[in-house]
């Protein structure tokens, strides 16, 4: 299983493991507790184990989304933050959206108690509380093989879409969309049973040629469609046929479209399971030419009419951000690069750019002689790069390029970065970071990270810091498999990490046991993209060279955000807005993947602006995770505050007091940009930015 369980006795209570993705939740209890195996079938929902403890007191010191029902139907909806609710005798359960998804079960009369940081349940006397525990991590049911034929494809990418565990507005949850099956070339099309898509009756008519198939295939996997040969680009249902754009407009079109029903669907299902107060909703509704309550629940066709009746522009200003567009090319042997994409419900787009040729030799305003000296660079010359600026570069978080060249403001995709997440096994409870610093000149940025990586109190860490390490025991370094993330400072070069005798090529391994890397070097792009090609799953590196100073500085920021939960991607895109150099720095391999998981609800950046007379404006940016993936909710926990939004986005902006903004901060783990400066609220109490 890849959820474990376990007593602890300090404090007493219970510690919950997702044992692949290395998520972690301790529940906290008044005395010490023995669980108890019970029946996973005895939850509404999927779960993976079932236990139960007995206690007077249970809490869990992170800021989730609670959501309560009874039995009788008198209580359901979410908890507030900074509330206690006092309930009647009666049967309860409650939905806890934590680093695992959490449900407990139980009867009696109980208090819940949620704070800025925690949420507590409290009964007089002891009580039986069974747990349902769900690990995130979704993993592909098989594999289909296709031919290079478009047809062969067209059918094979049809079937995507028997991931999906419902057809209904709720598959806008990320956890209702499972991974598609994996896709890859062979001799002939081999579909296994089991693969069918759901009968929803929508097809998707296109052209038989990959232009058209591949920018189809996420729509097609969201509305359950069928992919179906013909010549004129048509949405079409039992009930109505609508044109879809023809040539280069096509992609937009398809983008437009998913965009739309995915965010419609998230409007639509506050009537269902979880209704809670969406601020979205209460922007578009005036809007729609629609009833919202009486969509819920209608057939996937009247809701596909009744979403294309509402125009394009009147939902974009309203949409969450998309986290991926895929620049891909046109080519069979892509096909394999498909599933994860959907998996992402990334938009696909074909690899169209601006070829530019860029120096990778550092300049600046000042002496290039003393530039050089103080670059992280041993080969003084000048060497240009041809890099591809695609197309379209400002649509999504992540604009991940899978073509040969390499991109510009663009991360470096590869199919091996989540076949190699498909392939991992448990790891260890700890999150074991290795730090290499291989130039003595370069010990700032060392020195730098002491205060970063292990100072989470939820996360038990394993760092080892080496210096001035030889060729033979970086190898050792990068061949463990016990590494879930190497910060690397030194040189490099495209043939190698600079050793103390000698230059170590990662391309000369066998296999890597390093997860997750940031190799703070110049030029380091070529060993980062042989690190994922021998078994990482992504990582940050260089173009070009980099001033010390401005290296330092990067390093700081990167550990920063991936020690706050903040994805690759999302570390990157902040890096480039507030650091000098940041431009030089991309990601290579998937953008998803992080080192550790976030303090209590998305990562996220508090955007903090001074107001009139002792007021201060707040916006809050969020990002995804693994965990709240494009389609999920949030709930700032600020008093004046109880509507939901959608991540990943930018909430609208709040005025608070003084005091009501320090004390918000005071109990957010989360970076704050005020007057231009980023500032790092790294743990609860630290707020300092004044």
Known sequence: MKVSYKETDDPCGVAITDQIKQRRLQVVTDAPVSPTPTNPE??????????????????????????????????????????????????????????????????????????????????????????????????????????????????????????????????SYPTLRGHPPLVELGDELDIPRGFSPPDTGVEIVIPPEFDYIYPATPLAFYLGANLVPGNA?????????????TGHWFEDDVADLLKRMLFLDCIVRTEGIHQVDLYERKQIEPELPFDIASMYGRPLSEQLEAYLAVPQEVVEPHLPRWCLTAHLPNTPDQ???????????????????????????????????????????????????QLIEPEVNDESIEHAWFGDQLPMGASKASVDSFEHQLEQGQRSESINITVVCNDPRMLDEQVTLDDVYGDRDDQPYNIDSHFGVPQDELAELLTENSCDFLHYIGHATPTGLRCTDG???????????????????????????????????????????????????????????????????????????????????????????????????????????????DTFELSIQTYPTKELQLGSRTVPTIDSVEEYYLLPGRMKTLELEEQELVDYLTWTISPVEFENELYWNNTIGTVNFQ
Not at 49 to 59: G, N, V
Not at 68 to 74: A, H, L, N, P, Q
Not at 538 to 545: I, M
């Open 335 to 385: 096909v394999s690069a498909i599933p994860h994409i959907v998996n992402d419900l990334g938009v696909i787009r074909s690899t169209r750019g601006q070829t530019r040729s860029v120096s990778r030799t550092a300049t600046t305003a000042g002496s290039a002689t003393r530039v050089r000296r103080s670059a992280r660079n041993s080969a003084p010359e000048e060497v240009s790069l």
């Open 503 to 613: 230059e170590l090529d990662v391309r000369e391994l066998e296999t890597v046991g390093v997860n997750v890397f940031l190799l703070n070097a110049c030029r380091s792009f070529e060993q980062a993209e042989a690190l994922v090609e021998k078994g990482s799953f992504g990582g940050v590196a260089t173009l070009g060279d980099v001033v010390n100073e401005h290296a330092v500085e990067i390093g700081h920021a990167v550990a920063h955000f991936l020690n706050l939960g903040f994805p690759l991607r999302a570390a990157i895109e902040l890096v480039h807005e507030h650091t000098h150099i940041g431009e030089q720095y991309l990601v290579v391999g998937d953008g998803s993947v992080d080192v550790v998981q976030s303090d209590g609800g998305p990562p996220m950046v508090c955007h903090v602006e001074s107001g009139e007379t």
């Open 233 to 245: 680009p048509t949405l079409r249902t039992e009930r109505f046929e609508h044109d879809l754009a």
């Open 42 to 171: 005895s939850f509404e929902f999927p779960v993976d184990k079932a236990f139960t403890i007995e206690a007077s007191e249970l809490s869990i010191a992170r800021a989730e989304e609670v959501y309560i029902r009874s039995e009788c139907g008198t209580y359901d909806g979410p908890v507030s933050a900074h509330t206690t609710t006092e309930l009647e005798a009666n049967g309860y359960s409650l939905d806890i959206s934590a680093p695992v998804k959490l449900y407990w079960q139980f009867e009696g009369a109980p208090n819940i108690t949620k704070g800025a940081d925690s949420t507590r349940l409290s009964f007089t006397d002891p009580t039986v509380v069974e747990f349902g525990v769900r690990t995130y991590h979704k993993h592909p049911a098989g594999s289909i093989t296709t031919t290079e034929d478009p047809d062969d494809v067209m059918q094979s990418l049809s079937t995507l879409s028997s991931a999906l565990k419902t057809t209904a507005s709720e598959r």
